[in-house]
């Protein structure tokens, strides 16, 4: 059973990992107060997309606009005009008033006539500033409305951004409740109705069939809020249409209707700019974050008396929070979402498909939380939007990049032993670990070293493996810097595709450009057998487009990604007529190239089980983009001071033959020879060839291994051949032959030039005798 158990929690390792802990980072994030900025921004968008309710008409607004003042002629207005707009608003029977303008010093003209006023008005609710804060200092209520308890206070909670999103109802001022204006007017309003406020000892306040609950300080999208007072979380109503509203001139000069107070609540308040008696809202922020449609603070003790009186007498709900557990709940849960969507697409299809589909399904996923959080809050539920996103879309990044952590891991323990296509084509495709394959047309270079063997058995086994992992190094270079893929190490041969997996139009350039690349990589690769004292190593490379199955081939067991069929056995034959420094390709390569290529020599072979001969060409270089060029081989060989005799057999699939040869070397070069043999030898023979003793120097020599070059010319009864493995001993006989031959020849031309200079001076010595005679 634990077996099982471990065997769920490996396969599902992804999610069990980046879940709870993207979850416990945002709630920390969120704790820590870091998210608040941004949750107070989705509140103010869902404000602002929410449909605007209709105005609450039981409410109307005494303005007093920047023409108003013009007006008065002063401000502070005097305490006779504040008692005649009174007076004339007590006229119309409202059913209760809100003055929300500070009178705690008189203004004369007027004092007596306000005093008279206040008293005479038992619906009137005057304000005080209670709490102490940068905006100011207390102000006390006017005296008359003191003694006659209608007295609240006009005190606004302003968050850490500058806006007003509660809504304060009481405040708690050394053990005195004191209500704020709005809640006041609400209070006096219910009143009328017979309803009254209860409150419990569980910071809730029953309002007929209305509940308000005090907000804590973690609630909603605040973090380690001043919760001070009684607060609840604002639902404004009437700011996107505001209220009913007149201003302080109609209304003195008897221009409005007289019943347009009835019953109703009327506020008094300053709207004029100059005041600067002015809010930002969530109506306050535009789309492009510029901060407008300020709002007056008369408006806000209006929203306040409005909020509660629709919760109360027609049910409107408040605003409703999450307990944190829940939330916290809530948050993990998208978290795990996130995960588990980005976990169960990390096979799918390849990396370039995965992961847009990945942004695909989070995206959907994010904006239907979005949506849903928009949709909860249309029925006053707030829910933290922006925490669930950052866990979706954080859970779904880091399982993406656990993932991609995983899978550059593994691609760089299979690169080891695999090709990087190779490896890609495992990973990121559906079809990478499956048996089988498709035809396609791929170029097909074959590399081999020759004379290896003979280094070989000169140095130790850990130099072997040393050198061959440092040749391979270098041609892995050249052949990754050309796009090919090496598809298997074969000793110290090499076999490279180009066109799988990753087929592209320019195949068979690349692939010529990769074996000229590295035939001049080994001058780095000779650079380390002479500091090693060995000889000279040379490769020859055969290169060949056809048509082959490419795919995964194997069984359930074990398997590997190759190509087979005739023409990589074909390629491989056409490496096998190479000698070393050469690059032989096929009429089909050309046919593909499309670019300028150097033919150094042209000829045709008969493969075995080929039924038409096949033409090969050796190319020396190869321009376009690539423009490389290997160096002409015009070293022309010596003839030697006496015949080096000979006897060899012909090579067949690497065997010796049974039949053995007599002849004779009769001009070298450092790489070439002149052999003279009674029997003809075809071109591209392969031959063991021995040096007999007739010269102290060729005794006990090990054997030389050529190619025939040039095929047999009856006229001369010689061929020539191309060394593909000489032994060290050989080699220095063969410097010295060619140094004697060389000293010969040297000789013979300061002989030759010795006798025209004599001859010269005989014909001088003569022409001077003439013209004396004469």
Not at 93 to 121: C, F, T, W
Not at 463 to 483: D, H, K, P, S
Not at 610 to 623: D, H, K, N, R, S
């Amino acid at each position: 059973m634990w077996a099982s158990v471990r065997e769920q929690l490996w396969r599902w390792r992804g999610i069990f990992i980046t879940a709870p802990s993207v979850a416990g980072m945002v709630i920390g994030l969120r704790l820590a107060g870091w998210l608040q900025p941004l949750e107070f921004a989705a509140l103010d968008q869902f404000f602002l997309l929410r449909p605007p309710d209709s105005i609450d008409a039981r409410i109307v607004i005494v303005e007093i606009r920047e023409p108003d003042l013009q007006t008065l002629g002063q401000w502070p207005m005097s305490d006779h005009q504040l008692a005649q707009l009174l007076t004339l608003i007590k006229q119309q029977q409202p059913r209760v008033i809100g003055l929300d303008l500070y009178r705690d010093l008189p203004v004369e003209p007027g004092h007596q006539e306000l005093v008279n006023a206040l008293q005479s008005i038992p619906n009137l609710i005057g304000i005080q500033k209670v709490i102490v804060n940068a905006d100011g200092a207390a102000v006390k209520p006017p005296q008359p409305l003191t003694k006659l308890v209608q007295l609240s206070a006009n005190d606004l909670i302003i968050d850490a951004d500058g806006k007003v999103r509660r809504s304060l109802l009481a405040i708690d001022e050394k053990g005195e409740i004191i209500p704020t204006l709005g809640n006041a007017l609400a209070l006096s309003y219910l009143q009328a109705q017979n309803i009254d406020a209860t409150t419990s000892d569980t910071d809730q306040v029953q309002i007929g069939k209305a509940r308000f609950t005090s907000l804590q300080e973690n609630d909603g999208p605040y973090v380690r809020a001043d919760t001070g007072g009684y607060q609840i979380l604002a639902n404004f109503r009437n700011l996107p249409r505001r209220f009913d509203q007149v201003s302080l001139t109609q209304v003195l000069t008897r221009q409005v209707p007289n019943d347009l107070f009835r019953d109703r609540i009327v506020l008094i308040g300053i709207t004029a700019e100059s005041v600067g008696d002015f809010f930002l809202t969530p109506y306050s922020a535009g789309w492009g974050g510029q901060l407008t449609n300020r709002t007056s603070g008369v408006e806000l003790h209006a929203e306040v008396t409005s909020q509660i009186l629709s919760a109360v007498l027609e049910g409107r709900p408040l605003i409703q929070f999450w307990s944190e557990p829940l939330e916290y709940l809530w948050i993990a849960a998208w978290a795990l979402i996130g995960a588990m969507v980005s976990w169960g697409l990390r096979y799918r299809d390849s990396a370039s498909q995965r992961l847009p589909l990945t942004a695909i399904s989070i995206s959907g996923l994010g904006v239907g939380l979005v949506g849903g959080s928009y949709l909860a809050f249309l029925q006053s539920w707030w829910v933290p939007v922006v925490p669930a996103v950052l866990a979706l879309v954080g859970a779904a990044i880091a399982v993406t990049s656990y993932v991609a952590r995983s899978t550059l891991e593994i691609r760089e323990t299979f690169s080891r032993y695999l090709t990087d296509e190779v490896v890609a084509n495992l990973l990121e495709t559906s079809q990478g670990l499956k048996l089988g394959g498709e035809k396609r047309k791929v170029t097909i270079l074959m590399a081999d070293l020759r004379g290896f063997s003979a280094i070989s058995e000169r140095i130790s086994p850990e130099q072997t493996v040393a050198f061959i992992n440092r040749y391979l190094e270098i041609m892995t270079e050249a052949i990754t810097q050309y796009g090919g893929t090496i598809n298997e190490f074969l000793g110290d041969g090499i076999f490279v595709l180009f066109g799988a997996p990753v087929q592209q139009a320019d195949d068979a350039q690349r692939a010529i450009a990769c074996a000229i690349a590295m035939q001049q990589a080994m001058q780095q690769v000779n650079e380390q057998t002479l500091a090693m004292n060995l000889p000279l190593l040379e490769m020859g490379i055969g290169v060949h487009t056809g048509e082959v199955l490419a795919g995964n081939i194997g069984s359930r067991k074990r398997a590997k990604y190759t190509v087979i069929g005739s023409h990589v056995n074909l390629a491989s034959r056409i490496e096998s007529y190479t000698v070393g420094g050469q690059v032989l390709v096929s009429k089909a390569v050309l046919a593909e190239t499309g670019v300028t290529v150097r033919i150094d020599e042209q000829f045709q072979v008969q493969p075995k089980g080929i039924q038409e001969p096949l033409t090969l060409y050796e190319i020396g270089g190869i321009g376009g983009e690539f423009n490389l060029f290997l160096p002409r081989d015009d070293e022309a060989m010596i003839a030697l001071p006496w015949q080096l005799s000979i006897e060899y057999t012909v090579l067949e699939e690497k065997r010796s033959g049974s039949q053995v040869f007599q002849g004779s070397i009769r001009k070298l070069s450092t790489n070439q020879a002149e052999v003279c043999a009674a029997v003809p030898v075809e071109r591209l023979t392969n031959l063991k060839i021995r040096l007999l003793a007739n010269s102290p120097k060729s005794r006990g020599m090990r054997d030389v291994y050529a190619k025939v070059t040039d095929p047999f010319n009856p006229n001369t009864g010689c061929f020539t051949v191309r060394f593909t493995a000489v032994p060290p001993e050989v080699a220095t006989l063969f410097d010295y032959l060619q140094q004697m031959a060389e000293m010969g020849e040297i000789g013979r031309r300061r002989d030759a030039e010795t006798g025209r200079q004599e001859e010269k001076r005989e014909q001088g010595d003569f022409g001077e005798s003439d013209r004396s005679i004469g």
